[in-house]
């Protein structure tokens, strides 16, 4: 099964930022995850606009969008021109979720729906044939450098069955917790795609931590 890196910013020295976003992509990373906190439908403030098309300028990586925001339908239209790649939304923070999928689609990007840990897996059932990501929160949302919940590990197992039920050749990725000591379990679960912060932007070598991260998921599969 795949295994896909993308570390995330939200944990990288923004003074550094195209190096270590080099160093990341030189150690075998193959997308870059934006966190996108609005203050409200999550307790932090973060990113926007603007980064995503400094990332844009910095590296041809696939940008991938976490929005962790209300009303996201409000910035499909303006993610997609800065060169998000991957728009990714809640979908307790919407309605009609199934038509700003469809939208994210249709301006170019790959759209995703993410799943908090108390978030049904019904949500993804009805809309399963309009995803090309889910995305299964593996730590309540908000802050970078919390743990692995445990039971994101049995999660990710039905999201997969789910998927497979489907037929979907949807990407199921994984953000939360995860270090050298938790891919393991995930990708044995059926993630294929993981979102690392400070595993990777907190180490020294951040190139390094990509590789120790693909060694030690395959390593365990």
Known sequence: MT???????????????????????????EWVHVDVMDGHFVPNLTFGAPMIRALRRLTDLPLDVHLMVERPEQYIVEYAAAGADVFTFHPEATVHVQRHLATAREHGMRAGLALNPGTPLGWLEEVVQDVDLVLVMSVNPGYGGQGYLPA?????????????????????????????????????????TFVAGTAVFGDSDPAEAVRALKRACLARA
């Open 152 to 192: 994101s590990t049995s999660k990710i197992a039905r999201v997969r069955e789910v998927l497979d039920s489907a037929r979907s050749q949807a990407v199921l990725e994984v953000d939360g917790g995860i270090t050298v000591d938790t891919i393991a379990r995930a990708h044995n679960a059926g993630a294929d």
């Open 3 to 29: 295994v896909r890196i993308a570390p995330s910013v939200l944990s990288a020295d923004l003074g550094r930022l195209a190096e270590q976003v080099a160093e990341a992509a030189a150690g075998g990373a």
